[in-house]
C-alpha cells in the first residue's frame, strides 16, 4: 500500500502560477511512474502529465504544454507539477497517482494503482 499526499493547490489569477507537490508514504516512488490528473466540476478526470521516477521522457496533455512541466526532488522523494500561465479552465481538483503503466497507457488513470486525496486548484479573477 502506497498514501500519497498532494500540496500546493490554492487560488491564482489567471496567468499566475502554481507548484504542486506529490509526496509518497514510502519515501521516493522506486520503481513506479508518477501521474497527475485532474477533473474539474461535472467533468470525468483526465490526464495532464506523467513521468517515470527512475528516468525517461516526460508526457504531458496537449491542454499543458508548453505551461506545466514536472521536476523530480530525489533528496525529499517529492514529484512536483510546475503549472505557469494559469487559465480558468485549469480550475479542478489535481490527483498524484503511481502505477507501472507501459508507455500506451501512461495517460490511462485505469493503469495507476495508487492515488492521493487531491488539491483543489482555481484560477479565476
Known amino acids: 500500500q502506497v498514501q500519497l499526499v498532494e500540496s500546493g493547490g490554492g487560488l491564482v489569477q489567471p496567468g499566475g502560477s502554481l507548484r504542486l507537490s506529490c509526496t509518497s508514504s514510502?519515501?521516493?516512488?522506486?520503481?513506479?511512474?508518477v501521474g497527475w490528473f485532474r477533473q474539474a466540476l461535472g467533468r470525468e478526470r483526465e490526464f495532464v502529465a506523467a513521468t517515470r521516477w527512475s528516468g525517461g521522457n516526460p508526457y504531458y496533455a496537449d491542454s499543458v504544454k508548453g505551461r506545466f512541466s514536472l521536476s523530480k526532488d530525489r533528496v525529499n522523494g517529492a514529484m512536483y507539477l510546475q503549472m505557469n500561465n494559469l487559465k480558468p479552465e485549469d480550475t479542478a481538483i489535481y490527483y498524484c497517482?503511481?502505477?507501472?503503466?507501459?508507455?500506451?497507457?501512461?495517460?490511462?488513470?485505469?493503469?495507476?494503482?495508487?492515488w492521493g486525496q487531491g488539491t483543489q486548484v482555481t484560477v479565476s479573477s
Open positions: 514510502r519515501g521516493d516512488f522506486s520503481s513506479y511512474a
Open positions: 497517482a503511481v502505477g507501472r503503466p507501459i508507455t500506451s497507457t501512461i495517460a490511462t488513470s485505469g493503469a495507476y494503482y495508487y
